[in-house]
């Protein structure tokens, strides 16, 4: 008697149930693509409406929510599929903080863009300060994740065999 070995084709292979983290990291990875989307379209309103052609902060807002919100919440998404980076303690610090740094730093380079296109003098220092602890609550968030994957890569992956 001979037996031949199946291959699994496309339809008979199960990817596990994704899981509520998961699906939360891929609503903010949207979340995030559609501001960033909004932010441009903004941007390029109100300064075609102002025929305003100088440099300006509010572009800036369009590249942080499509580079730090879209694209590192899709990578840390894959990062959690692949290692399971909510097993480290760590991982709890990294989605408050990187949403709380990402909405504020984006949020004062919007306003301060729109100060200067305008016409108001945005000299305001708090502007600097705003966005500059934005910026800390970002670095933070990328140091707890950091962190984060060196324990997963250390402790071993609960949700690959190996």
Same mark, same amino acid.
């Given at each position: 008697?001979?037996?031949?070995?199946?291959?699994?084709?496309?339809?008979?292979?199960?990817?596990?149930?994704?899981?509520?983290?998961?699906?939360?990291?891929? !609503? +903010?990875? $949207?979340?995030?693509?559609? /501001?960033?989307? @909004? &932010?441009?379209?903004?941007?390029?309103? =109100?300064?075609? #409406?102002?025929?305003?052609?100088?440099?300006?902060?509010?572009?800036?807002?369009?590249?942080?929510? !499509? +580079?730090? $919100?879209?694209?590192?919440? /899709?990578?840390? @998404? &894959?990062?959690?599929?692949?290692?399971? =980076?909510?097993? #480290?303690?760590?991982?709890?610090?990294?989605?408050?903080?990187?949403?709380?740094?990402?909405?504020?730093? +984006?949020?004062?380079?919007?306003?301060?863009?729109?100060?200067?296109?305008?016409?108001?003098?945005?000299?305001?220092?708090?502007?600097?300060?705003?966005?500059?602890?934005?910026?800390?609550?970002?670095?933070?968030?990328?140091?707890?994740?950091?962190?984060?994957?060196?324990?997963?890569?250390?402790?071993?992956?609960?949700?690959?065999?190996?």
């Amino acid at each position: 008697m001979t037996t031949t070995a199946t291959t699994p084709t496309a339809a008979s292979v199960r990817l596990r149930a994704s899981t509520a983290l998961e699906r939360r990291l891929g !609503l +903010a990875a $949207g979340g995030y693509t559609g /501001l960033g989307l @909004l &932010a441009g379209l903004f941007y390029r309103t =109100l300064t075609h #409406s102002r025929d305003f052609t100088g440099p300006t902060t509010l572009s800036l807002g369009h590249t942080h929510f !499509l +580079a730090l $919100g879209m694209l590192v919440f /899709l990578v840390v @998404l &894959a990062l959690e599929r692949l290692f399971g =980076l909510s097993q #480290s303690s760590w991982f709890r610090w990294f989605e408050p903080l990187c949403h709380a740094g990402l909405l504020i730093t +984006a949020g004062a380079l919007i306003v301060r863009g729109i100060l200067q296109v305008v016409a108001t003098d945005p000299t305001s220092m708090a502007f600097a300060g705003v966005a500059g602890l934005g910026h800390i609550l970002l670095t933070a968030a990328v140091l707890v994740l950091f962190l984060a994957l060196r324990s997963a890569l250390t402790n071993g992956n609960p949700t690959l065999e190996r």
